[in-house]
């Protein structure tokens, strides 16, 4: 049956279920070992706001595949690929949303540093977010906006109690994010 649907499989694939997708890196090694920590508390927080998210590979991100959603959120973003991040510069210029948890986009997939300015200034000034204490910043880039909540701290050896604290972190973050800029 999937041989003979394959070409209504194929339609369905390319039509996003969601205003948000999450990305999902390529293997880099580097990055697994940040990424999944800060994945789950995003993926945790997500499910509890009533969140079902589409994922996108770098590859799917490098082809274009970003323009049919609102919202992209980037879990520890270091080492992606330099034609994923002009990609997701493109989807922000363009008036997308980028959410980054954890660390910005600074290096790419070899560990060599890169210019992420577009990251960290933008065409108007950044404003500040209060979360639980914390600071994230709002970047308006183009026509889109970047958030960016650095400090999260995402590790697999938390206490029960400390992980509870960082999704519920996340969790309001994310809320505050969506609000904005979902409808």
């Known amino acids: 049956d999937i041989q003979r649907l394959l070409p209504q499989v194929m ?26 920590p800060v994945h789950d508390l995003v993926q945790t ?63 790419d997939e070899m560990n060599r540093a890169r210019d992420a300015a577009f990251f960290e200034n933008g065409n108007s000034a950044n404003t500040l977010i209060d979360v639980d204490g914390l600071q994230a910043r709002k970047i308006s880039q183009g026509k889109g906006k970047i958030y960016l909540l650095t400090n999260i701290a995402a590790t697999t050896k938390d206490s029960t109690e400390v992980q509870a604290t960082n999704v519920k972190l996340t969790q309001d973050f994310l809320e505050k994010v969506t609000q904005k800029e979902l409808p």
């Open 45 to 107: 927080a997500l499910t509890k706001m009533g969140y079902a998210c589409d994922y996108v590979t770098e590859k799917r991100v490098a082809m274009g595949n970003l323009k049919d959603y609102k919202m992209l959120v980037m879990p520890a973003a270091d080492y992606i690929r330099d034609d994923t991040y002009a990609a997701v510069t493109q989807f922000v210029n363009n008036g997308g949303v980028a959410v980054v948890l954890g660390t910005p986009p600074l290096h």
């Open 11 to 36: 339609e369905f694939n390319k039509t996003p279920r969601r205003p948000l997708a999450i990305l999902y890196p390529d293997p880099v090694q580097p990055r697994m070992l940040a990424y999944f």
